[in-house]
């Protein structure tokens, strides 16, 4: 069974994810409202051909963007390593998603939520058994623990009839990310070394499958009230995922690797110092879990509800990014050249 959407809500439609799902739909022929904080970020979403609406899912007002929608794809949040306290990851991920879908309630069109959360409310795993959507959910940080929050308001609704899904997404990479191409430069550079083993795992996942993903939870009939992990078809561990990024970068890693004790020692240090300082620490605890932390997610689930695999392997989507990276980087050095 597949549903026909007409007109969608996508919510935070300016970010990375929020503007590839839009222009896929879009493609697909469906009408899109773009929910955009900023009206000066919308220009790229009204040349695609998507209706601009300006405004905060924490607005009284959300009545007014869901009007006339049938689908709405959640993917507003405070997300990531940001500096931001836990208050705004509260006041975004919780209360912004208890709004919309109070909002969403009343609407009588309404027929699909999709919820977009994230991997990290299950929190840490063993990585000889990959988690799937029924695995304990322990959050490490605020943006984890918000996220699990703002999912349980989902779920509440969803088990009052609400028709909603949830996509838990990896880390998803891609050309326009600022946090890939970060990546990209930085191992470019040679700036990014190895601490301690680097054997944990990491399951990224290529914008456009996640976004294939997205909209398959959109669109497949007969699944309210689900979870779907969304992430990339390989396992790799962070040393092999980053030195695949420098080959193709053109380098190699810097090595030799440092000891992680001697690591978490600097973060510590640092974490007490450059506050007092009033400058950004270098080196935190929240910047060696990705050296820590293992990654992997069973999609499974996915694979037979939604129909739904990932096709892109992490070295070929790397290349895609890798090329424009490289492209950008010598017309900078160009630049300054002249």
Not at 3 to 12: D, E, F, I, S, Y
């Amino acid at each position: 069974m597949q549903r026909k959407m007409k007109r969608v809500l996508v919510t935070g439609a300016a970010g990375f994810l929020g503007r590839a799902v839009t222009a896929e739909l879009l493609a697909r022929g469906c009408g899109v409202r773009a929910l955009v904080r900023a009206a000066e970020k919308a220009g790229p979403l009204r040349l695609l051909g998507a209706e601009i609406m300006v405004g905060d899912i924490r607005d009284a007002a959300m009545g007014a963007a869901l009007d006339g929608v049938d689908t709405v794809i959640h993917c507003a949040a405070a997300i990531g390593t940001t500096p931001l306290g836990r208050e705004e990851f509260y006041s975004v991920n919780v209360e912004g998603t208890r709004n919309l879908v109070e909002a969403a309630k009343g609407s009588a069109d309404l027929e699909r939520f999709v919820h977009i959360s994230t991997v990290a409310v299950i929190g840490a795993i063993d990585p000889r058994n990959p988690a799937d959507e029924e695995s304990p959910c322990r959050p490490t940080d605020a943006y984890g623990e918000t996220k699990l929050l703002g999912e349980r308001v989902v779920r509440d609704a969803a088990g009052a009839g609400f028709p909603a899904v949830i996509a838990r997404p990896m880390w998803i990479y891609g050309a326009g990310s600022t946090v890939t191409t970060n990546l990209f430069r930085k191992i470019a550079r040679r700036k990014l070394p190895m601490i301690g083993a680097a054997q944990n795992t990491m399951q990224p996942v290529e914008i456009g499958d996640a976004v294939r993903g997205i909209v398959r939870c959109a669109e497949a009939g007969g699944i309210e009230g689900r979870i779907y992990n969304i992430a990339g078809a390989e396992i790799l561990t962070i040393r092999v995922m980053c030195e695949t990024i420098a080959r193709l970068m053109g380098t190699t890693l810097p090595g030799p690797s440092v000891p992680m004790w001697f690591a978490t020692a600097a973060a510590t240090g640092c974490e007490m110092i450059f506050p007092l300082l009033g400058i950004a620490a270098p080196i935190t605890h929240e910047k060696l879990e990705f050296f820590r932390v293992c990654n992997s997610y069973s999609i499974e689930r996915a694979r037979r509800e939604l129909d739904w695999s990932p096709k892109i392997l992490f070295e070929d989507g790397a290349r895609k990014v890798a090329e424009l990276v490289k492209a950008e980087m010598r017309e900078s050095e160009a630049g300054v050249r002249t």
